[in-house]
């Protein structure tokens, strides 16, 4: 089994930033790609940006020039700095992990979400 556990969401003011983080524990024998999504409510759960182990980044329109991600591998962790925050970047984030058990079966593992509130 593996776990991810996210962290460092909260409430802040448009223009803020916030740092997510999501680390990976449990039997990995490598994680392939690493990412978030984000859910708003009422709306589809959608890709925010993925990062491959060689750091090969991809963004939804939305929040491109805006958002960073990034991965430390030795860490099994993966990052999202989040700057110029907007009201309509207010969801739950989700980090999510594509990785191969020490069995080399592949997994998808999700985390248990973090929410994001933007609001004056």
């Known amino acids: 089994q593996v776990q991810l556990v996210e962290s460092g969401g909260g409430l802040v003011q448009p223009g803020g930033s916030l740092r997510l983080s999501c680390a990976a524990s449990?039997?990995?024998?490598?994680?392939?790609?690493m990412g978030w999504y984000r859910q708003a409510p009422g709306k589809q759960r959608e890709l925010v940006a993925t990062i491959t182990t060689r750091g090969t980044t991809n963004y939804v329109d939305s929040v491109k020039g805006r958002f960073t991600i990034s991965r430390d591998n030795a860490k099994n962790t993966v990052y999202l700095q989040m700057n110029s925050l907007k009201p309509e970047d207010t969801a739950v984030y989700y980090c999510?992990?594509?990785?191969?058990?020490?069995?080399?079966?592949?997994?998808?593992?999700w985390g248990q979400g973090t929410q994001v509130t933007v609001s004056s």
């Open positions: 999510y992990a594509d990785w191969v058990a020490r069995t080399s079966t592949r997994f998808n593992t």
């Open positions: 449990g039997s990995i024998l490598s994680i392939n790609a």
